[in-house]
């Protein structure tokens, strides 16, 4: 896809962070925009930052745990502009805890957001993507969908779900020749506010021995890429067609290691995690 003019792209998650940029820049360049979040307050924030940008746009309340209610989207979002070319699935929240002290609860609720609202998503949005001709799924997985870290299994899980989906999906699709690719991205340290609306369990404050306050501020520090930035490697890398995009310098860099210390890189974790806790 290498001009997004007169194209129809939908986004989840946009109001806020990468969602809502991934609207602007998107809309910069020609693309119409159907745009969702369970957040309505932030929703109409950033319809109202799109007005005067000379594309259609349309938004929607959506919870993309909700299969009925992402499918019934999906047809909203061709009924009101003609087609769709492209869908983001970027939604997502985040989930402080070790998985010993997890509930089964936990990660239900992750994995109905995380993961299940990524498979809702593209499953719903792929036969009108098919149907444009030009279509494109977009879904985010994480650099934790390339790495595990202590406290963050329940994320980890759903995130590296996200990546094993989004390869075989992509393989598939060209198998069959449809006219439909995938990407998927793996963002790093993002500014975003992910980490303030996180989940914290008690078992995590414990095992890090922070209070949720001060861990959460410490998880904030290794955000290094703006939203925006974030954003513009995403589109360039669906112009590129790329089977998946590592965003910020620290995803390269900690995707490297992986690749370089397949097992070892477990002990740099946790050497790094003890020192970022006062146990």
């Not at 989930?95 to 609202?117: C, K, P, V």
């Not at 390269?252 to 020192?275: A, C, E, N």
């Amino acid at each position: 896809m290498k001009s997004f003019k007169d194209k129809v792209a939908a986004i989840t998650g946009a109001g806020s962070g990468m969602g809502r940029e991934l609207a602007i820049e998107l809309a910069g360049r020609g693309c119409h925009v159907a745009i969702s979040d369970v957040n309505e307050a932030g929703l109409a924030q950033t319809v109202e930052l799109l007005q005067g940008c000379g594309v259609r746009v349309t938004s929607q309340k959506l919870d993309v745990a909700d299969r009925d209610a992402v499918y019934a989207w999906a047809d909203t979002v061709v009924a009101e502009h003609g087609k769709v070319n492209l869908i983001f699935n970027n939604a997502g929240v985040a989930l402080g805890t070790t998985l010993d002290g997890a509930d089964y609860g936990d990660f239900e609720w992750i994995m109905n957001i995380n993961f299940w609202g990524v498979v809702y998503g593209s499953k719903a949005f792929l036969p009108h993507l098919r149907a444009s001709g030009e279509g494109h799924i977009i879904n985010t997985s994480s650099v934790f969908g390339l790495f595990a870290v202590p406290g963050n299994g329940c994320y980890n899980a759903s995130k590296f779900a996200v990546r094993g989906f989004n390869e075989c999906l992509r393989q598939e699709l060209e198998m069959k020749g449809e006219p439909v690719s995938v990407t998927s991205v793996h963002p790093g340290g993002i500014k975003t506010g992910i980490a303030r609306s996180a989940r914290m369990t008690d078992d995590l404050n414990k095992f890090l021995g922070k209070d949720e306050q001060s861990a959460k501020r410490d998880f904030e520090k290794l955000f290094i890429t703006t939203a925006n930035r974030a954003a513009r490697v995403i589109i360039k890398a669906v112009e590129g067609n790329k089977r998946r995009v590592l965003v910020g310098p620290d995803a390269k860099l900690l995707d490297l290691i992986v690749r370089l210390f397949p097992s070892g890189y477990q002990r740099l974790v946790m050497m790094f995690t003890r020192r970022q806790s006062v146990i």
